[in-house]
């Protein structure tokens, strides 16, 4: 893949992935490790500026947003080891998780970027709870990957009637949580193409979101399916296998 021509392009096979820039040749471990770096100084220093102003922001009652803007520079952190950590694989712990309080946990934050967006967003979960044993930061991450191509999707279809649905359901095996969208959807190309490390139809896409999603799911013992049309809309269903109720094993 060429991103510009002679600065960056990118030779994958089933486990090298090497970066040519136009002086170097780099594996991907370098160039994300750069990256990593190169995001994580100006992070800390918007965290400690949020944190100077955080007294007067709690007078004018905007305590949440603080704490708000905490949590994402902190997942943002998270997140970049995260990338690094699927370069360089290191162990993940899994815990039992309830679906609905993972959802729950941080659909506040679509919300909002649902408001700002001017679209729709709902979440419909089942009375009865749904566990799972999983790294919770990757799950989150996964989610935030799929709801994020979803409000793009919307954006790109540049209509005013955006509808971004999650709904939570179960079969007898797996916990399936489905992000639903009435974005622009994709054509068969780019279906086909979805899931490719560096694919991307977006200007400022990375081709990134897909790939991991789909490497954290399936080392979970999950799969994740989606359907399209185009100009219509796309569903993504992640499916996690559920937590045997005689395995009360933490690890
Ligand atoms: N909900 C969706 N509706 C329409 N197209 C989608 C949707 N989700 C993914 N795609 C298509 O699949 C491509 C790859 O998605 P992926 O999330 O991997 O990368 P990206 O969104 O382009 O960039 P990023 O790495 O920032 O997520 C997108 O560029 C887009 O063409
Ligand atoms: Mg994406």
């Not at 007067?56 to 708000?68: N, Q, S, T, W």
């Not at 712990?93 to 309080?101: A, C, G, H, M, T």
């Not at 279906?191 to 139809?201: A, E, I, N, R, W």
Request: glycine fraction near 6%.
């Amino acid at each position: 893949m060429n991103k510009r021509e002679n600065s960056f392009s990118v030779l994958l096979d089933d486990k090298t992935i090497v970066v040519h820039t136009s002086n170097h040749e780099r594996t991907a471990e370098e160039v994300f490790a750069g990256i990593a770096h190169e995001i994580r100084n100006p992070l800390t220093a918007i965290r400690g500026f949020i944190q100077l102003l955080k007294p007067d922001l709690i007078e004018i009652g905007k305590a949440k947003y603080v704490d708000i803007l905490m949590e994402e520079i902190d997942r943002t952190n998270g997140l970049i080891s995260e990338y690094l950590g699927c370069v360089k694989p290191s162990p993940k712990p899994r815990k039992i998780v309830s679906v609905q309080k993972l959802i729950a946990d941080f659909s506040f934050l679509f919300e909002s970027e649902a408001i700002i967006r001017n679209v729709k967003f709902s979440v419909n979960f089942p009375n009865e709870e749904i566990h799972i044993k999983a790294n919770e930061t990757q799950i989150r991450q996964v989610l935030f990957n799929l709801v994020r191509n979803a409000f793009e999707a919307i954006e790109e279809k540049g209509f005013s009637d955006g509808e971004v649905k999650v709904e939570i359901s179960t079969d007898p095996q797996f916990a399936c949580m489905t992000v639903y969208d009435n974005g622009i959807g994709m054509d068969e190309v780019t279906s086909q193409k979805m899931s490719k490390t560096f694919f991307t139809t977006k200007e400022n896409g990375t081709g990134i979101g897909l790939s991991i999603s789909r490497k954290i799911i399936e080392e979970h013992g999950g799969r994740i399916e989606v359907k399209s049309q185009s100009g219509v809309g796309t569903s993504a269903a992640i499916f996690l296998p559920l937590k045997e109720e005689k395995d009360n094993s933490q690890n």
